[in-house]
């Protein structure tokens, strides 16, 4: 059986859903802090709003969900992904990302309620969660707490590639639209 680790690792007023839409209208930020877990492979993220305007997170406030508000996946075919997700019942509420970048979407299925988190999986995601595992495996050793910049996750070349191979796609049309409000 594993054991829980303490020392925590966490960011301070982020925020992590850029270029997002929530429920089909362009969004503001929706400044968070969040605090990261692992028990396994499994990473847990306990996420504190700290604005007042309409978001997911707020609305999960609201409804004063103490449980698991939902699940995640990360995905090397996100336009498949995405539409499986809304074949199946699934609905955007929140769209975030550029297509063809890095792209993310909470989808909610219309009939269990049911939160599921479509993270796209490349170069600049996978550095995100990838640190973020070795920062907490850190932790098991030292035992400590640590706050760090959620932006500093990505290597800066992974940024600038990303982009590279973002603007050759969209030049030759191969970017596909995800989202269902624009």
């Excluded at 930020?29 to 306990?46: K, R």
């Excluded at 997170?57 to 609201?62: D, K, L």
């Excluded at 990838?130 to 706050?147: I, Q």
């Amino acid at each position: 059986m594993k054991q829980w680790i303490i020392g925590g690792r966490f960011t301070r007023n982020v925020s992590p859903l850029q270029n997002a839409y929530y429920r089909g209208e362009k969004s503001g930020p929706a400044n968070v802090h969040i605090a990261f877990a692992y028990h396994g492979d499994m990473q847990l993220e306990l996420i504190e709003p700290l604005h007042k305007e309409p978001s997911i997170y707020s609305e999960a406030t609201e409804r004063k969900i103490t449980g698991v508000h939902h699940y995640a996946v990360c995905v090397d075919d996100f336009p498949a992904a995405y539409e499986l997700a809304t074949s199946e019942g699934y609905e955007a509420v929140v769209d975030s990302g550029v297509d063809g970048l890095a792209r993310m979407s909470y989808m909610e299925h219309a009939d269990t309620g049911i939160i599921l988190e479509i993270i796209e999986w490349n170069d600049l995601t996978r550095p995100y969660f990838e640190t973020l595992a070795d920062m907490w495996k850190e932790a098991s050793v030292k035992g400590d707490d640590v706050e760090f910049v959620l932006a500093d996750l990505t290597p800066k070349m992974a940024i600038l590639f990303g982009l590279g191979r973002f603007i050759v796609k969209k030049l030759t049309g191969q970017v596909k639209t995800t989202r269902q409000s624009a």
